[in-house]
């Protein structure tokens, strides 16, 4: 299915309540670590190609707040729970532009960023089609696009798409969005070039088809400079 039908504003709602409460049980170090350990060195390996005085937009970062340790200096961190966040771990987010809000539209101008990062948050938001749309607007014409996401098996993502419209108390404690590997090819494909994928962390539940893998895609904009001159385009 190449489009998700969005959730309703009461169920992304009582989806960030569940999130609020499973930080209350979280070490935020302990969590900052292992995401520290598994995902920066990618986001390090991008982030070189741009200079100091870069910008930087991460989406969803929850406290952890991943990218602040990458060298660009102007980096803006977006989050609808940001100021619970900030009550929950004082002084322990980093200090740069924190936004407390949703990233369907963000107020900065088109073009703005050098890198835009999302970990793991594109599943629990409310429209993830019109994150895709600001991602794609407020991206440099030769910036990159990191994303990190949990892929399910077709099966898995096909019956929690109709459980969450026809039977919704079976999905309340899950996200609001199960995207089959096909599924977030499609949806990255409409708005980038997927210049690299990686799998991370294979997982497979009690039935063998029901497996979920750790996916993270390095992105760039569709009309990226090194294909508007004809030139084979690096990463490294």
């Keep these: ?29 302990d969590v900052r670590l292992n995401r520290e350990q598994e995902i920066l060195p990618i986001l390090e390996r991008y982030a070189r190609h741009y200079p100091e005085d870069g910008s930087l ?23 609808p729970l940001i100021d619970d966040f900030r009550r929950m771990f004082p002084g322990q987010l980093p200090e740069n ?4 809000s949703t990233a369907e539209s963000i107020d900065k101008s088109s073009a703005s960023y050098d890198l835009i990062i999302c970990i793991n ?6 429209n993830p089609e019109l994150i895709m749309n600001e991602v794609e607007r407020l991206l440099k014409d030769d910036g990159k696009f990191i994303l990190a996401i949990r892929t399910h098996s077709s099966l ?12 919704p108390f079976l999905t309340s404690k899950t996200r609001p ?13 409409r708005h980038f070039k997927v210049r690299h ?11 063998p088809l029901f497996k979920r893998d750790q996916r993270i895609f390095i992105c760039s904009p569709l009309k990226h400079p090194s294909e508007i001159t004809n030139q084979v385009p690096t990463d490294e």
């Design 1 to 29: 299915m190449s489009y998700h039908k969005p959730v309703s504003q009461l169920r992304w709602h009582n989806y960030q309540k569940r999130i609020l409460l499973s930080w209350k049980r979280k070490s935020l170090e």
């Design 57 to 79: 937009l991460e989406i969803g970062g929850g406290p952890v707040c991943l990218s602040s340790t990458l060298p660009q200096k102007n980096k803006t961190f977006i989050d």
């Design 97 to 100: 532009e924190l936004l407390a």
């Design 121 to 126: 948050a594109l599943a629990s938001t409310q």
């Design 156 to 167: 898995e993502a096909r019956l929690h798409y109709w459980a969450e419209r026809l039977l």
């Design 177 to 189: 969005y199960y995207y089959a590997l096909q599924g977030i090819r499609r949806t990255l494909n």
């Design 197 to 207: 994928e990686i799998t991370r962390n294979a997982q497979i539940l009690w039935l």
